[in-house]
């Protein structure tokens, strides 16, 4: 009697556990109604869903969702669409996923605009929707906007047009990569990118309709590797500045309109420096 009593025991709290465990993660075992509510409003703005709906469906978990991936609190943490032949409007209802750290659309045929919610996102880390036909404008946010923890903006070959925003980055001090290569931006070269990201590391901005000058303050950029404004109508000479940025390993300014000779004791500078295109 006593020994089985001892064997039942250990079982008991072991099943007391279990219950307990089940109890606490059931309500957070599946995608909030809030969560489905949010993807299911993105569906409902395209116009062509590359067969989304087909797994897309209210009854269940949006964990289980075609291109969701939820993380381990089974929150919902990427959405990843890339090359679904998606046509429509982004909707900002993405940007209440509390939880959203990837969103990748890219390679689709969106239109519209990038709704400010996705680019200002409090939890957003990589943002991309290259290759889609998105227009307007990026716009700036309020100064008061606290830090963002996006690393990777990639909005190229799109047709984006108004002023390349430049006090947006200020906000964006996780900031590593941005491509905003092959739109119709306007304005100049924003200067501040590396004074508030530390880790800013690719910047490509070729195939714009950018002028103006070379911004001094590109030379602050410690760590960065990747420098593309080629193909613009940027003028005045090389700062300076730039060859401060010692980290570069491939930079271009071809085609534009800059002038000056390149000083050869200058580029020496950069000594990790694998292409230049000037
Ligand atoms: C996309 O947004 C535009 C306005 O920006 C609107 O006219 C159009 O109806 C929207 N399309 C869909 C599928 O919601
Ligand atoms: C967009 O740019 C980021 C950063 O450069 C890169 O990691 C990503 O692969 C690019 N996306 C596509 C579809 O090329
Ligand atoms: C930026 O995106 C374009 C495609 O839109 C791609 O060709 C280019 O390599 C990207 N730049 C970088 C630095 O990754
Ligand atoms: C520029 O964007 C257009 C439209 O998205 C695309 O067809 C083209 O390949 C892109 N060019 C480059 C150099 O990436
Ligand atoms: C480029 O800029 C120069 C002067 O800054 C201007 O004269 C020229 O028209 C511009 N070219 C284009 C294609 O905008």
């Known amino acids: 009697m006593k020994h089985s009593k001892k064997e039942k025991s250990p079982m008991a709290s072991l ?17 909030t109604q809030q969560e489905k509510i949010c993807l299911l409003r993105f569906l409902a703005g395209l ?22 991936t939820c993380g381990t609190d089974r929150a919902v943490a990427g959405v990843s669409l890339a090359s679904k ?3 429509g409007n982004i909707s900002e209802s993405l940007g209440s996923l509390d939880g959203l750290k990837l969103l990748d659309l890219s390679h689709n045929s969106l239109s519209g605009c990038l709704p400010r919610g996705l680019v200002s996102s409090p939890s957003i880390v990589v943002l991309d929707v290259s290759f889609n036909r998105l ?19 990639n909005i190229s070959s799109n047709s984006f047009t108004g002023m390349f925003p430049s006090t947006i980055w200020e906000s964006m001090e996780n900031l590593i990569a941005l491509n905003g290569s092959n739109n119709s931006f306007t304005g100049q070269i924003p200067t501040h990118f590396c004074n508030g990201s530390p880790s800013f590391a690719v910047l490509d901005l070729s195939y714009n309709k950018l002028r103006g000058s070379i911004p001094r303050g590109l030379g602050d950029c410690s760590v960065l590797r990747v420098l593309n404004a080629g193909y613009n109508n ?5 700062p300076d500045e730039l060859f401060r940025a010692t980290s570069l390993e491939h930079l271009s300014f071809r085609n534009n309109e800059l002038h000056g000779v390149l000083d050869g004791a200058h580029i020496i500078n950069l000594g990790n420096l694998v292409t230049h295109q000037l």
């Not at 897309?56 to 964990?63: N, Y």
């Not at 227009?135 to 903006?153: D, F, I, K, M, Y």
């Open 47 to 68: 116009s062509q869903d590359g067969g989304l709906a087909a797994s897309w469906r209210d009854g269940e978990d949006c964990c289980e969702w075609e291109g969701v």
């Open 15 to 31: 099943r007391l556990a279990f219950v307990l465990l089940i109890s606490l993660v059931s309500p957070t075992s599946s995608c």
């Open 234 to 238: 940027l003028s005045g000479t090389l």
């Open 85 to 87: 032949s998606l046509e």
């Open 135 to 153: 227009s307007g404008a990026l716009h700036e946010l309020p100064s008061s906007t606290p830090p963002r923890p996006l690393q990777v903006l």
